[in-house]
């Protein structure tokens, strides 16, 4: 690749030189020649070559900027399947079912790229990213800490989560001014337990967003507050961190019921 290409900040470009963990990275997405795998912002083909090596059945290599996919199309020809665009804008069911995705996702779009990701989650087995270290305990983070938040719940309600390794800012050029870490998301198959998926996305945004604030107070302003105190007291007195993504799935579908009651 083109050493001499000057990383652009518009990009959040920090480019991986450190081979340990490219080597680390690519092992974790257990890749098969069987597999398609799609490679979120390759940059100088940090972890390309690694992938190439292993021959997957499609390799799709989606990166924005123009300088860099001369250089990958010098480098790998055929080999890769690139794609010119923003991975905000490219729909993942037309690249094949089961993907396997990795890559080091550009800082000022992470929490983006996951939620694309999670809402495309039907056709991904598994996504394996480098992102900031505070973005990736927030991910992993549990009930009743202060990470915990529609970060964490949205991506444990869809995939088994695996926080993997850490990665210092001086393995990357140029260094950034915060520390990395590489997470491994294994997407169910369908979302188990909930019965209308876009009121329990609604609910975990909208409770978040007051997250100091009981249920009963944060639920008043998302839905019709005659359904809130129909609803038992204990729950009401409840924070949202305090309730596991499970407890969201059952007050989702309890809600649910209110509401094709009332529609009834």
């Known amino acids: 690749m083109n050493s001499n290409i000057r990383p652009l900040k518009k990009f959040s470009q920090n480019f991986l030189v450190n081979p340990h963990f490219k080597q680390k990275i690519v092992d974790?997405?257990?890749?098969?020649?069987?597999?398609?795998?799609?490679?979120?912002?390759?940059?100088?083909g940090a972890l390309t070559q690694l992938v190439v090596d292993l021959n997957p059945a499609e390799y799709y290599v989606i990166e924005i900027d123009e300088r860099l996919v001369t250089d990958l199309k010098n480098q790998?020809?055929?080999r890769i399947k690139l794609i010119n665009r923003d991975i905000l804008e490219i729909d993942f069911k037309t690249l094949g079912t089961k993907l396997k995705i990795l890559?080091?996702?550009?800082?000022h779009i992470t929490s983006p790229i996951i939620f694309k990701l999670i809402d495309q989650f039907e056709y991904i087995d598994q996504a394996v990213i480098m992102i900031q270290k505070?973005?990736?305990?927030?991910?992993?983070?549990q009930i009743r800490h202060k990470d915990y938040g529609i970060l964490s719940v949205v991506s444990q309600a869809y995939a088994h989560i695996e926080y993997l390794f850490e990665v210092g800012r001086g393995n990357f050029y140029p260094v950034p001014d915060v520390d990395s870490a590489v997470v491994s998301y294994t997407f169910y198959r369908s979302l188990v337990g909930v019965e209308d998926e876009l009121l329990f996305r609604k609910l975990i945004r909208g409770t978040f967003n007051y997250r100091?604030?009981?249920?009963?107070?944060s639920l008043g302003r998302i839905i019709d507050?005659?359904?809130?105190?129909?609803?038992?007291?204990?729950?009401?007195?409840?924070?949202?961190?305090?309730?596991?993504?499970?407890?969201f799935k059952t007050l989702a579908n309890n809600i649910n019921q209110f509401l094709r009651r009332g529609n009834a």
């Open 225 to 247: 507050k005659s359904i809130v105190y129909s609803m038992p007291a204990q729950i009401l007195e409840q924070r949202p961190e305090e309730l596991s993504v499970e407890e």
């Open 212 to 217: 100091r604030k009981m249920l009963r107070n």
């Open 76 to 78: 790998f020809g055929e």
């Open 134 to 141: 505070e973005v990736a305990k927030r991910i992993t983070a």
């Open 28 to 44: 974790a997405l257990k890749i098969s020649e069987e597999d398609v795998v799609v490679e979120i912002g390759p940059g100088l």
């Open 103 to 107: 890559g080091n996702l550009p800082y």
